[in-house]
């Protein structure tokens, strides 16, 4: 696949004026990256140069901003009269859709330089794909499955000319209020491209169906005539599985290839000297204490501990012993399991063994001054345990590993954190942990690390263990249990989360797509198994993935595509299931169709997995042009091929209108900022976040939320649950939106931060914070209608996502005052542009 996309590249005429590329010195010749290629060196030598002072004009001396925002408001075309055929029949009036019977407002035109305050008040709907809206009503839901481009060019030459990344976004295990479930014998699927029934497929009679991937004919077996929900016979395009675009099904057994594991949990614990002082054995072992019944399972259940230090301990928890039984090897080179059969237990008969480790662990350890850490043998002892059944790990670090197989040492300068040249080390420093990781994969182990540490521990090499097994990463920097409360109230929150919710076993997802569309990169935590297939040892409702991918053959006679999305899985009651999602979109034949149907946060969020990959393999400064290109070229090829009348200015469609402030966003977010102090493990960890997380958290994460929160009102209030949430107006992330008389809240996703002005309103300090004056405060329960509104509101915000946010409240003197600063992305910094300026930048690019 790799060889097809080189090819491409090498095929597809550039031009300096049509990509606004700046030609870069290098060994006396020019070369250049290319947005075209999206993040691939173009064997035509192009790129753009590092944004530098000196390529951009000084202006905006008066703090000039000027803000972009989208509003997607897609027209629907009625392309079928009432009472046409049902979804599963296609109808041919789709071949005579046509997007442009009216512009719609995707494609208004935007002055980026002149039009302000275009920040939609309220956060940014998905696009909806011009659709029939039969077709549109059992389309997948946008939160679970959607692509970069709502309209799929005809031709990969008719992609190439938009410049915009075609991809998927998946969030498959996504914690659903409504999940239709089929118990069947028989689950129907193509007979040749294994596609899953759905409601995209044709019924040609009764008998017949037509897979909407492959276009064979199929036979209707006798069992699916029968519907379930109706109970009535000879009606099968009303079974649940043709309406619904998601659904699971309980799988017969031969979906499997063993007997379904049990639910199985490790625990490996950092038990050094280093360790005992975070305090962070007692949040874990309370938390587990608190939550031990609510464990995800059934009456086969097992857990097991592993702690570490320079040796490594396992806990005999064997029914019928008195107490538990510490094992200590110290044989770290050469690891064995003292005792195989009594490390791993069966929850329910030995709890009572389980809770009283879990009580007096903290203890055992509290008055080491061991230092060391063998952190790899554990691992490796763990793997040990865990091979013969599968089952998930969870690790506990909190210094770098300095003793033994997997040891590292510090690769970090502190003198370069700020640097604004390429930052080094964002690559494994050993393939000790990725190898492990396979290994684990192969073995349904999947591997979550949760590091707490106030200094460097290499999360570059670390997180290989979880990226390569589809575990996950948390990660606490300066974590301590008395100087830093906001940092234990987080691993509690998450403990708790992690603890107890939905997990699936030794799973493997597929991707399928309608013929002529092909995936050639994934993003994500997981091991590909082969070119559509990846293996997942353990999946979560919070892990989310994206794909690229590329048109391999013309779509010409085809109306609409479809692309599935296939999670077989065990769950934690030893079920077999199969989560399958089914997204249809049309197919277009012009540039100003594809425009319209741009998805700009999609887009945002698979060209930051790009650039995290572009990142390790290549180099920072390259991550950065290539952003920078990406916004460019798609601008550039608007400009030329789809504007009608040329005008002056920085122009874009309507549906893009945010894509230069995203791009803005990216270059100043953590993973990818340069000239901003910047401790290493963090980069590393907002990367893992950009590939790992659901587009809806790693958008909060690229450009955050900001609400005025010290006047909220009733007005235009939401009523859920009998409770009033007040609805404010997000604003533009400027210091110019702040002022000294208000309150605000941002939402950066794992962090909100509640600014209170010097001159804050008296009345929401005593109403709300439950102060006189300008102190230190916390956010009390009053009961005043300021506090409930307030509560109400950043409740209603930590509602929408599975974790729980830390607040911070925060004064003009407090130490967090630098990071809420830092994510004011449109004002400039000393390193980094204003978005005023950005737009100037992109403009003198594109009118080269």
């Not at 659903?176 to 995209?200: A, D, E």
């Not at 050639?520 to 690229?548: I, K």
């Not at 887009?603 to 920072?620: E, P």
């Amino acid at each position: 696949m790799g060889d097809m996309v080189v090819q491409w590249i090498a095929l597809v005429p550039h031009s300096k004026k049509v990509l606004g590329s700046i030609p870069v010195p290098v060994d006396g010749g020019g070369t250049f990256l290319c947005g075209v290629c999206m993040f691939s060196p173009c064997l035509h030598g192009f790129s753009l140069c590092t944004l530098s002072s000196s390529h951009h004009p000084k202006t905006c001396t008066d703090r000039l901003i000027v803000i972009v925002c989208l509003y997607v408001s897609f027209i629907f075309h009625p392309c079928r009269p009432p009472g046409g055929p049902g979804p599963a029949q296609l109808s041919p009036s789709l071949a005579a859709m046509s997007l442009q019977s009216s512009t719609p407002e995707a494609l208004r035109v935007v002055n980026l330089l002149q039009e302000r305050n275009l920040l939609p008040p309220t956060p940014i709907p998905a696009p909806m794909p011009c659709l029939p809206q039969d077709l549109q009503k059992v389309n997948c839901n946008p939160e679970v499955f959607r692509c970069t481009l709502t309209s799929i060019p005809q031709t990969q030459s008719l992609l190439n000319k938009a410049k915009m990344p075609l991809g998927l976004l998946l969030h498959p295990f996504k914690d659903l209020s409504q999940l239709p479930v089929v118990t069947s014998s028989t689950i129907v699927r193509c007979r040749s491209c294994r596609t899953y029934i759905n409601p995209f497929v044709s019924f040609l009679d009764q008998r017949r169906w037509k897979c909407n991937l492959c276009y064979r004919v199929n036979d209707v077996p006798e069992e699916f005539m029968y519907n379930p929900v109706s109970r009535a016979y000879g009606e099968p395009h009303k079974r649940p599985e043709v309406q619904n675009a998601t659904i699971e099904f309980i799988a017969p057994s031969e979906y499997m290839l063993r007997p379904p594991q049990p639910a199985v949990y490790l625990f490996v614990l950092d038990v050094s000297h280093n360790a005992v002082e975070t305090g962070y054995l007692n949040v874990f072992c309370q938390s587990l204490l608190d939550n031990i019944n609510a464990l995800p399972g059934d009456s086969r259940t097992k857990v097991g501990f592993i702690t570490f230090d320079s040796t490594i301990h396992f806990y005999n928890l064997q029914e019928g012993l008195s107490q538990p039984q510490m094992l200590i090897v110290s044989d770290i080179e050469d690891i064995f399991l003292p005792t195989p059969d009594s490390l791993l237990v069966n929850l329910n008969e030995c709890k009572e063994l389980v809770q009283d480790l879990l009580k007096n662990l903290p203890n055992l350890f509290q008055k080491t001054m061991e230092t060391q850490s063998a952190l790899g043998s554990a691992l490796q002892a763990a793997f040990k345990l865990l091979s013969p059944t599968g089952g998930r790990m969870s690790v506990f670090q909190t210094q770098l590993p300095n003793l033994g197989v997997g040891a590292l040492q510090s690769r970090e300068d502190p003198n370069q954190r700020a640097s604004a040249k390429d930052i080094q080390h964002l690559s494994p420093a050993t393939d000790f942990y990725k190898k492990l990781a396979l290994d684990c994969s192969g073995q349904q182990v999947a591997v979550d690390l949760f590091l707490l540490s106030a200094q460097y521990c290499d999360l570059a090499s670390l997180g290989c263990i979880s990226r390569y097994s589809a575990g996950s990463v948390y990660y606490y920097p300066s974590y301590h249990h008395q100087h830093n409360p906001a940092q234990v109230e987080r691993f509690q929150k998450d403990l708790k989360r992690y603890l107890t919710r939905k997990i699936g076993f030794e799973a493997v997802m597929r991707i399928r797509c309608t013929k002529g569309l092909s995936i050639h990169t994934f993003h994500g935590n997981f091991f590909v198994r082969s070119t559509d297939l990846l293996s997942l040892p353990n999946v979560n409702p919070d892990a989310g993935f994206a794909v690229q991918m590329s048109i391999e053959e013309n779509l010409d006679d085809m109306q609409v595509v479809s692309f599935q999305a296939a999670l077989l899985y065990t769950s934690s009651k030893g079920e077999r299931r199969i989560r399958v999602h089914t997204l249809c979109l049309p197919v277009v034949n012009s540039l100003s169709d594809i425009f319209a149907g741009a998805d700009v946060q999609a887009i945002t969020g698979l060209l930051a997995c790009m650039a995290v990959d572009r990142s390790v393999t290549a180099s920072l400064s390259d991550a950065r042009d290539a952003m920078t290109n990406a916004a460019i070229d798609s601008l550039a090829s608007y400009r030329q091929s789809v504007l009608t009348i040329q005008q002056p200015g920085l122009l874009a469609p309507a549906c893009l209108r945010l894509f230069p402030l995203y791009i803005l966003a990216l270059l100043k977010q953590k993973a990818f900022r340069t000239g901003t102090s910047t401790r290493l493990d963090d980069r590393v960890f907002a990367m893992c976040q950009l590939k790992y997380q659901p587009l809806a958290y790693a958008m909060l994460m690229i450009h955050p939320a900001l609400y005025r929160v010290d006047d909220l009102t009733d007005e235009g209030a939401l009523n859920i649950n009998e409770r009033t949430i007040p609805q404010p107006r997000v604003l533009q992330l400027s210091v110019e939106k702040l002022n000294r008389e208000g309150a605000f809240l941002m939402d950066t996703g794992m962090i909100m931060y509640l600014w209170v002005g010097r001159n804050c309103n008296p009345n929401f300090l005593t109403q709300v914070l439950g102060v006189p004056s300008y102190t230190a405060y916390l956010l009390p329960d009053l009961d005043t209608a300021e506090s409930q509104r307030t509560r109400a509101f950043i409740g209603w915000l930590r509602d929408q996502r599975p974790f729980s946010p830390t607040l911070h409240i925060i004064k003009d003197e407090s130490q967090l005052k630098s990071s809420f600063m830092q994510n004011m992305i449109e004002d400039r910094t000393e390193a980094a542009l204003s978005y005023y300026e950005f737009l100037l930048h992109l403009q003198q690019q594109i009118s080269k």
